[in-house]
């Protein structure tokens, strides 16, 4: 595997145990999720159904309040529905 390619990969698990951590810090680790994923500026957040998606809408206060307690600068928060964003908080 070249340098790169395992940089790249260290990059996309941080990135999703990142948005682990944030679902975690909130509550909601039984939703049915295809991924979660956050970066410096963004929370991307990928719902399989729409009972998933509408506990996130209905959840946004506590998720803005999770990254603020992790001293996070994200911005962007999308909740997404099959890769389409349903979602900008």
Same mark, same amino acid.
């Given at each position: ?24 810090? =909130?509550?909601? =680790? @039984? ?7 956050? =970066?410096? =500026?963004?929370?991307?957040? @990928? ?20 990254? @603020? ?6 911005? @962007?928060?999308?909740?997404e529905k099959e890769g389409q964003c349903?979602?900008?908080?």
């Amino acid at each position: 595997m070249s340098v790169k390619t395992a940089k790249l990969i260290r990059q996309i698990r941080q990135a999703q145990q990142l948005g682990q951590a944030i679902l975690a810090l =909130t509550g909601l =680790t @039984n939703l049915n999720l295809v991924y979660a994923f956050a =970066t410096e =500026t963004s929370l991307v957040i @990928n719902c399989r159904d729409y009972a998933s998606l509408w506990q996130l809408d209905d959840a946004h206060t506590q998720i803005r309040q999770a990254i @603020n307690r992790m001293g996070l600068g994200i911005t @962007n928060i999308w909740i997404e529905k099959e890769g389409q964003c349903a979602y900008d908080l």
